[in-house]
């Protein structure tokens, strides 16, 4: 039944907030989390436009939490039995969410991180000097690339097993990083040998096969050499 008044749409409204976080142990958290951002944002005193960007994005995120639970709801209402599509209905709703967490994240780092990295002390004055936008826009490409290679193979899941291995494109990734951004051809040798170990124990385990590996490796290469080629 439909309320009559609008007070009554307010309530039922606020009812369902509630419900969900009472309910949803992931609403709860993004409440938790939106609230320090809240408080951080007023004390590092962003502007207007910055502020309301945070505010934009914290509502998405929590939209999609709630569109997210609600669709499931419905979902489990239609069927009491596993079904194909009811199961890809809900791995779509999660990815939503997951989709906005992402992009939460990614405004967190360019509106807050940023604004408190001057404040960070001399200490550590030399970690500033990373270019760590550059780092993190190759590291996202990478989990993007993975991610799209292997919906094309339909072989694994996203996060283990198939074409190509994730963990070696994101291991060689941060290696190329890590020798792009220090110089340095110790740390080079150290961090080659990290993704080493990393891509050797996926086929230790029969996760990944070999040749899963090394296109992970070259895909993860590849993609952070031609973004530090562009933006440095």
């Given at each position: 039944?439909?309320?009559?008044?609008?007070?009554?749409?307010?309530?039922?409204?606020?009812?369902?907030?509630?419900?969900?976080?009472?309910?949803q142990r992931?609403?709860?958290?993004?409440?938790?989390v939106?609230?320090?951002v809240?408080?951080?944002?007023?004390?590092?005193?962003?502007?207007?436009?910055e502020f309301t960007?945070?505010?934009?994005?914290?509502?998405l995120?929590?939209?999609?939490e709630?569109?997210?639970?609600?669709?499931?709801?419905?979902?489990?209402?239609?069927?009491?039995?596993?079904?194909?599509?009811?199961?890809?209905?809900?791995?779509i709703?999660?990815?939503?969410?997951?989709?906005?967490?992402?992009?939460?994240?990614?405004?967190?780092?360019?509106?807050?991180?940023?604004?408190?990295?001057?404040?960070?002390?001399?200490?550590?004055?030399?970690?500033l000097?990373?270019?760590?936008?550059?780092?993190?826009?190759?590291?996202?490409?990478?989990?993007?690339?993975?991610?799209?290679?292997?919906?094309?193979?339909?072989?694994g899941?996203?996060?283990?097993?198939?074409m190509p291995?994730?963990?070696?494109?994101?291991?060689?990734?941060?290696?190329v990083?890590?020798?792009?951004?220090?110089?340095?051809?110790l740390?080079?040798?150290?961090?080659?040998s990290?993704?080493?170990?990393?891509?050797?124990?996926?086929?230790?385990?029969?996760?990944?096969?070999?040749?899963?590996?090394?296109?992970?490796?070259?895909?993860?290469i590849?993609?952070?050499?031609?973004?530090?080629?562009?933006?440095?």
């Amino acid at each position: 039944m439909r309320p009559k008044h609008l007070t009554g749409s307010i309530n039922r409204a606020i009812k369902g907030i509630v419900e969900c976080l009472k309910t949803q142990r992931n609403m709860r958290l993004h409440f938790l989390v939106a609230a320090g951002v809240l408080a951080l944002s007023l004390a590092i005193q962003l502007n207007a436009q910055e502020f309301t960007l945070v505010c934009l994005t914290i509502t998405l995120v929590l939209v999609a939490e709630m569109a997210n639970t609600a669709l499931e709801g419905v979902v489990d209402m239609m069927t009491n039995t596993y079904h194909p599509l009811a199961r890809r209905v809900k791995d779509i709703s999660a990815g939503i969410v997951l989709l906005t967490a992402i992009n939460a994240c990614i405004v967190g780092y360019l509106v807050i991180l940023r604004r408190l990295m001057p404040s960070v002390g001399d200490w550590a004055g030399w970690v500033l000097e990373w270019p760590w936008h550059v780092s993190l826009a190759a590291a996202i490409l990478v989990l993007i690339a993975v991610i799209s290679v292997k919906g094309l193979f339909h072989k694994g899941s996203p996060m283990r097993g198939g074409m190509p291995s994730g963990h070696a494109a994101v291991a060689f990734s941060g290696w190329v990083i890590c020798s792009l951004v220090s110089l340095n051809g110790l740390v080079s040798l150290v961090t080659f040998s990290l993704a080493g170990l990393v891509a050797l124990s996926r086929v230790r385990k029969k996760i990944h096969t070999a040749w899963e590996v090394v296109a992970g490796a070259f895909l993860g290469i590849i993609i952070t050499v031609f973004i530090f080629q562009i933006f440095r």
